[in-house]
């Protein structure tokens, strides 16, 4: 029943911090001396209706109270109106997320399999291993728009083995029912939309999933011979347990904690590492909208697409904490 | 840690294991008497030559970066030459971007912001932590309950997402893309240097001194922040890397210096039309950066093997 007291601890930090999170963009909007009024009704409105839009959305009372009107706001969906696009943000959010999510998810997955390789050849020895990782370190230093750019060039321009921008040939042909266009292809039936959708995918969660690889590769290598040089493996082989045993029931189980968290860590650094990313391949995701909403200067739709990443980001830490104490309950949260 | 001072490279740590598994004649009872894992740390191969041509590379890039202004032949804002010529070209080493400015010199000077915006932030971040880490670790109790509990709240944000919106807030330029930086750096040095602190108060020579009569100030000077600058160097030598990547990646979204005049990120992404028909103009401004993140990384680790046993 412990575990059941950390987890009410950790879920009151994770509401302390997205509240925080909802005060700094909300200071932030007042730094800025952003008006919604000029976003919603535009420069020649006349002064009349300015007053009346200020009255409506409480824009004269202190700031105490405008903030809780903001963060009422937040909790009924309302997070403004973007000025470039004329919708509401939280609608331009809900139909581009989706693609962002798929880029992530792959990338992601992408990214523990490239870690589990880099710990695996390292620790195990694979020949030519050593080679691989060099490459991975050097990979791991460019920045992700490099990465994304060089791809185009060389595996679109030069050798024309993967698509340089967008999500699909013909993108028309799927839109229901997820929004991912990988598993709207399986769901139709459709399974050459599905090979194109991969194919589209592979590049650009490249670019994005080698630095997380490294990084989680690095803690699971240096976790990896830290277990296998323990005392412990040493009784279990002179006990007579062979390798694999040796390594399902003590090796893995024991290297997980570490690794895991940086896991988890990089999930959040995925999503907003991905805005470069979809500005290099032209992917119409949340980080695509985020930055063509910054050099336009849209306050709300920024602001409304870092407080939705920054709550995924949080809470899937929190997650990730929360399942690190119920897995071995000798971590605790410090 | 003793299997690391053991093995200096990886065929001397095969070597090392292989003779004590198979020196004697002793009939194995384990079946797999080599096992496929080996212990020992061969990553840290290197020596102490190695150690101190990293530093000196370290040196010699913030050189560049301080004599920018001289190093560079051309004016990079002006054009110099022919539009989009190669790399390798007659008076442009790396050729020129698509206005005709010649890249070398636009690199050089955007190298310059790059790396110097860098440390700046490394530095102050790492002074900003300091006050808090000390006196968090010294004070304790309450203090340091709060201090820790608001740091905290900092970490979990998405540095770069809440980077982005700070400077966003605070307008175009490069002084506020570093205080935006800035805000969410500090407090991944607060909580590193708290725990050294903390862990320095607990040492004997810390309550012998405080038993001599010295007051808290005196302990904090003398004692406390010496015993605290190997772990301080280490972490900022790290961090400089992935700042270096941080400002390139907001310059890269507009977030940096003014338009005309050159920045690594900013480069890249305002030519990134002349991909299929000049490359290198996009792509030069990319590698830097690269060169940059990777002195900074081998840096780091280079300090660190160097400062490891004065801990």
């Given at each position: ?32 001396h ?18 009346a839009?200020?009255?409506r ?39 581009f997320f ?62 024309g ?12 042909q ?38 997380p ?27 007579g ?28 650094y ?17 980080g ?47 | ?36 894992w ?5 990553h ?9 041509f ?38 442009h ?140 160097i ?13 400002l ?44 940059l ?19």
């Open positions: 029943m412990v575990w059941v007291r950390r987890i009410g601890l950790r879920l009151a930090s994770l509401l302390a911090v997205l509240l925080a999170l909802t005060i700094l963009l909300f200071f932030l909007q007042e730094v800025a952003f008006d919604p009024v000029a976003a919603t009704l535009g420069a020649n409105a006349s002064p009349e209706a300015i007053a839009e200020r009255a959305l409480g824009l004269d009372a202190p700031v105490l109270q405008r903030y809780f009107i903001y963060l009422g706001g937040l909790l009924h969906g309302d997070l403004g109106t973007s000025v470039r696009t004329r919708h509401p943000v939280a609608q331009d959010i809900g139909q989706p693609a962002s999510a798929e880029l992530v998810l792959f990338a992601y997955v992408l990214a523990l399999v490239l870690a589990v390789a880099f710990a695996a050849s390292s620790v195990l020895r694979w020949p030519g291993g050593a080679v691989g990782r060099g490459v991975m370190f050097l990979l791991a230093a460019a920045p992700s728009f490099l990465l994304g750019i060089v791809g185009v060039i060389v595996f679109y321009s030069r050798l083995w993967f698509p340089g921008a967008g999500r699909l040939g013909d993108a028309s799927l839109t229901d029912p997820t929004g991912f266009m990988t598993i709207d292809a399986l769901l139709a039936g459709r399974l050459d939309l599905f090979g194109d959708a991969l194919h589209h995918l592979l590049l650009p969660a490249l670019a994005l999933a080698v630095g690889a490294l990084a989680i590769g690095r803690v699971l290598r240096s976790a990896l011979e830290a277990t296998t040089g323990a005392e412990f493996i040493k009784t279990a082989q002179v006990k347990l062979g390798e694999g045993a040796i390594l399902r029931r003590h090796v893995i189980r024991n290297s997980l904690p570490a690794p895991l968290a940086m896991a988890g860590l990089y999930l959040g995925m999503f907003a590492g991905v805005v470069v990313v979809e500005r290099v391949f032209t992917w119409p995701g949340l695509l909208y985020m930055f063509n909403s910054l050099l336009k200067a849209d306050f709300q739709a920024v602001a409304g697409s870092i407080l939705v990443l920054g709550v995924i980001y949080v809470t899937s830490n929190a997650i990730v904490d929360v399942l690190q104490t119920v897995a071995d309950p000798r971590i605790s949260f410090d | 840690m003793s299997a690391a001072a053991k093995a200096k490279t990886p065929a001397e740590g095969q070597a090392q294991s292989q003779a004590t598994t198979s020196g004697t004649n002793v009939a194995p009872t384990n079946p797999n008497p080599k096992p496929r080996h212990f020992g740390h061969p840290l191969a290197g020596g102490r030559g190695l150690n101190w990293c530093v000196s590379l370290f040196g010699v890039i913030t050189l560049v970066a301080v004599l920018a202004q001289h190093l560079a032949q051309y004016d990079p804002v002006q054009p110099a030459g022919k539009a989009k010529l190669p790399i390798g070209s007659a008076d080493l790396l050729g020129t971007d698509h206005i005709g400015r010649d890249l070398l010199s636009r690199i050089i000077i955007g190298l310059q912001t790059s790396w110097l915006v860098a440390l700046a932030i490394v530095a102050l971040s790492l002074v900003a932590g300091t006050v808090v880490g000390v006196i968090a670790g010294t004070v304790g109790g309450w203090v340091d309950k709060v201090l820790m509990r608001f740091t905290e709240v900092f970490q979990s944000l998405p540095t770069l997402l809440v980077a982005m919106a700070v400077a966003m807030a605070l307008g175009h330029g490069i002084k506020n893309t570093m205080i935006a930086i800035l805000v969410v750096w500090w407090p991944y040095y607060a909580r590193i240097i708290r725990g050294e602190v903390r862990a320095i108060a607990s040492r004997p020579h810390v309550e012998a001194a405080r038993q001599a009569g010295a007051s808290w100030p005196r302990v904090m000077l003398f004692h406390i922040i010496p015993g605290m600058v190997p772990t301080a280490i972490t900022a030598s790290l961090d400089v890397g992935s700042t270096v990547l941080t390139a990646t907001l310059s890269f979204m507009g977030l940096g210096r003014e338009v005309p005049f050159p920045e690594l990120g900013a480069d890249s992404a305002n030519t990134l039309d002349q991909l299929s028909t000049a490359w290198w103009i996009p792509v030069l401004p990319g590698m830097a950066v690269m060169v993140t990777l002195v900074a990384n081998l840096t780091g680790d280079a300090v660190r093997r160097l400062l490891a046993g004065r801990r």
